[in-house]
Nanobody
């Protein structure tokens, strides 16, 4: 089963930046659309950004213009550059295939935006 390991989260002030990474294994990575999902406490897990195998990207309205998803197929890794962070971006962030997540969920990486 596909497995993912997320990293790069942390605590930042509003307006700050973070870069998340997700290393994938047991997957023919280059053939899948990969997505970043996030889940805040008490809320559902939502897809916020995705990249097709050829690098075409789409974003949720809430992050458009602030987040950038990219991938390195040679390294089986997908990234999420997050700029101009807001308190409402606080959540655990996960990666998986998109738009349907078919791999095992990783442990996620926590992002906390607070002054």
């Amino acid at each position: 089963q596909m497995q993912f390991v997320e990293s790069g989260g942390g605590s930042v002030q509003p307006g700050g930046s973070l870069r998340l990474s997700c290393a994938a294994s047991r997957i023919t990575f280059s053939t899948y659309t990969m997505g970043w999902y996030r889940q805040a406490p008490g809320e559902q897990r939502d897809l916020v950004a995705r990249s097709t195998s050829s690098g075409i990207t789409t974003y949720a309205d809430s992050v458009k213009g602030r987040f950038t998803v990219s991938r390195d197929n040679a390294k089986n890794t997908v990234y999420l550059q997050m700029n101009s962070l807001k308190p409402e971006d606080t959540a655990a962030y996960y990666c998986n295939t998109a738009p349907s997540p078919i791999g095992d969920w990783g442990q996620g990486t926590q992002v906390t935006v607070s002054s």
